[in-house]
T-cell receptor, first 114, second 113 residues
Framework: KQEVTQIPAALSVPEGENLVLNCSFT??????LQWFRQDPGKGLTSLLL?????REQTSGRLNASLDKSSGRSTLYIAASQPGDSATYLC?????????????FGGGTRLMVKP | DAGVIQSPRHEVTEMGQEVTLRCKPI?????LFWYRQTMMRGLELLIY????????DSGMPEDRFSAKMPNASFSTLKIQPSEPRDSAVYFC???????????FGQGTRLTVV
């Protein structure tokens, strides 16, 4: 059974810092990995999706990398801003696309202080 | 498109009552998912549909939970009878099989007292 772990569970940084959020998964047979952002009391917003054949994806100040063989992904946030404060979740989809189910990590709660 | 639309946003009900949660997926999406989020267990997949057909309901906690998708633009998740431990935020998500990016609704916060 796939297990997804995110470390740290919570992170507080001053504005302007570059930071890295970590995601690890136990079964490397994944189809893709997706990073989400969740604001308090809100739904999930998709940030980046990395296919299993890719090593990274970039969107603005965000960069996500994937090392499938070691079961790891990182989300790099450059020049953090208070508006980046949210919970960040990673989720993996199994290689059997007929399953098409996402297994989520527990999330990293990020606070960027002005 | 307005995105995935869920209703109601909040629901408070008494134990034993029937609860129905509603979801309108993004037009054209062929997959629909129901998730439940709690502090203790995080996000868990309950059931998903492909082209309106339930594919995997192994995440449904027990027979009190049922889900339907009568057409491509509407799905319901019903709990009957509801119990306090069902209190959670329930999310609906949809995706287009080709891209596989999942889009989530705003969720329904259910409180069973």
């Amino acid at each position: 059974k796939q297990e997804v772990t995110q470390i740290p569970a919570a992170l507080s940084v001053p504005e302007g810092e570059n930071l890295v959020l970590n995601c690890s998964f136990t079964d490397s047979a994944i189809y893709n990995l997706q990073w989400f952002r969740q604001d308090p009391g809100k739904g999930l917003t998709s940030l980046l999706l990395i296919q299993s054949s890719q090593r990274e994806q970039t969107s603005g100040r965000l960069n996500a990398s994937l090392d499938k063989s070691s079961g790891r992904s990182t989300l790099y946030i450059a020049a953090s801003q208070p508006g980046d404060s949210a919970t960040y979740l990673c989720a993996v989809r199994p290689v059997n696309n007929a399953g098409n189910m996402l297994t989520f990590g527990g999330g990293t709660r990020l606070m960027v202080k002005p | 498109d307005a995105g995935v639309i869920q209703s109601p946003r909040h629901e408070v009900t008494e134990m034993g009552q029937e609860v129905t949660l509603r979801c309108k997926p993004i037009s054209g999406h062929d997959y629909l998912f129901w998730y439940r989020q709690t502090m203790m267990r995080g996000l868990e997949l309950l059931i998903y549909f492909n082209n309106n057909v339930p594919i995997d309901d192994s995440g449904m906690p027990e027979d009190r939970f049922s889900a339907k998708m009568p057409n491509a633009s509407f799905s319901t998740l019903k709990i009957q009878p509801s119990e306090p431990r069902d209190s959670a935020v329930y999310f609906c998500a949809s995706s287009l099989g080709g891209t596989l990016v999942a889009f989530f609704g705003q969720g329904t916060r259910l409180t069973v007292v």
